[in-house]
């Protein structure tokens, strides 16, 4: 089948491979139909590696996906021929401790599509655990089923914050998952979401499509307490960090109310030094995240009652035969874009 193969660092290629993907009864094949680039997808493009995930082998790309079945194993239930579905990228061992205690996202044995050495689902068709995934509402577009995974790591941290109506809160970076989380913020009923970032462009895409829920903080411009000062507030009850920068935590505790949590979703490239005093004399709690575990329904029911709007979030969309373009576009992504998805027919 055709797919969309990185053959090694910085040389992307459509081409045809051979995949024996065997349907057990457990499984579903599925036709893919839309797959959105990920901030990872461009690391292994361009560095060949994200820490010790080292792209050794031709590797097909793309974990953002939604598609139609196909296909379904004998045992399958809850799946038909002709579902409207998006897919869970990271396959656990079902057996193991850590999927029994019901944290299948940190089983060290899962594969995760487009994590070398494993395959992505930049293809014509994928096998895929039928438990991994999931029926669309017919009022979802392909595009929001492909956006789900990425949302998905907003609203697990807001679930991990534990925000509850009337809540505050400041997210810091306002990249794609920046994004995500504000929006999941606000969808789960926070009175006042922040957003913070240094580059303009980022935050003028969210007053565009997103100033009436969340109010952007230039950090040029201002810092965090000052905003939160003018708005008369004494801080927030939860900051989300989603830039990864080391910066991001000096005085980060100035910007919490006492009592109030950080939940730690950037990954910083080297360790970064915690003012743990000042943790203390508010009493904050961190959490911190993995990618997400058991969220996907969730995602899609708050796409699907429209409490979150993820449609502003695709700026470019791309065909499956123009998806080495859209790869050299997402390489260099101007801060303005959000979001580029490839269509496969
Ligand atoms: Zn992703």
């Given amino acids: 089948m055709k797919a969309v193969v990185l053959e090694k660092k910085g040389d992307i290629q459509m081409r045809d491979v051979v ?49 139609v079945v196909v296909e379904t194993g004998s045992a399958v239930k809850h799946l038909k021929v002709g579902d409207r579905v998006c897919m ?33 689902c930049l293809r014509e068709t994928v096998v895929h655990p039928a438990s991994l995934t999931f029926k669309m509402d017919d009022r979802l577009s392909f595009h929001e089923g492909a956006l789900v995974e990425p949302v998905a790591i907003g609203v697990y941290s ?36 922040f957003i913070a970032d240094i580059k303009t462009e980022k935050l003028d895409f969210v007053k565009k499509h997103y100033g009436d829920r969340i109010e952007i903080i230039d950090l040029k411009e201002k810092t965090i307490s000052q ?5 008369g507030m004494r801080g927030v009850d939860t900051v989300f960090e989603a830039s990864g920068s080391a910066r991001a935590y000096e005085g980060i505790c100035d910007v919490l109310l006492p009592g ?34 058991n969220i996907f329904p969730t995602v899609l029911n708050l796409i699907a009652s429209g409490k979150l709007n993820v449609k502003p979030l695709v700026t470019k969309t791309y065909s499956f035969d123009q998806s080495v373009q859209a790869f050299e576009y997402a390489a260099g992504l101007p801060a303005e874009d959000v979001k580029i998805m490839i269509d496969l027919e």
């Fill in 158 to 193: 807001v679930k991990k914050s534990r925000v509850s109506s009337g809540d505050t809160a400041v997210v810091i970076g306002a990249g794609t998952i920046g994004v995500v989380t504000a929006l999941a913020a606000d969808a789960a009923g926070c009175s006042k979401v």
């Fill in 88 to 120: 869970e990228p990271g396959i656990p061992d079902f057996s193991s401790i850590e999927t029994l205690e019901g944290m299948y996202n940190l089983d060290p044995a899962v594969r995760f599509w487009a994590t070398p050495p494993i395959h992505g």
């Fill in 260 to 293: 109030g949590n950080i939940v730690l979703i950037g990954m910083p490239s080297s360790p970064v030094p915690v003012d743990v005093v000042a943790l203390q004399a508010k009493e904050i709690s961190i959490e911190t995240i993995f990618r997400y575990v």
């Fill in 227 to 231: 905003v939160i000062k003018q708005n």
């Fill in 19 to 67: 995949l024996e993907e065997v349907l057990s009864p457990e499984d579903v094949r599925i036709k893919i139909k839309s797959v959105g680039i990920c901030g990872s997808d461009i690391h292994y493009f361009k560095e060949g590696n994200i820490g010790d995930f080292i792209v050794r082998d031709p590797m097909v790309l793309g974990h953002e996906a939604s598609g």
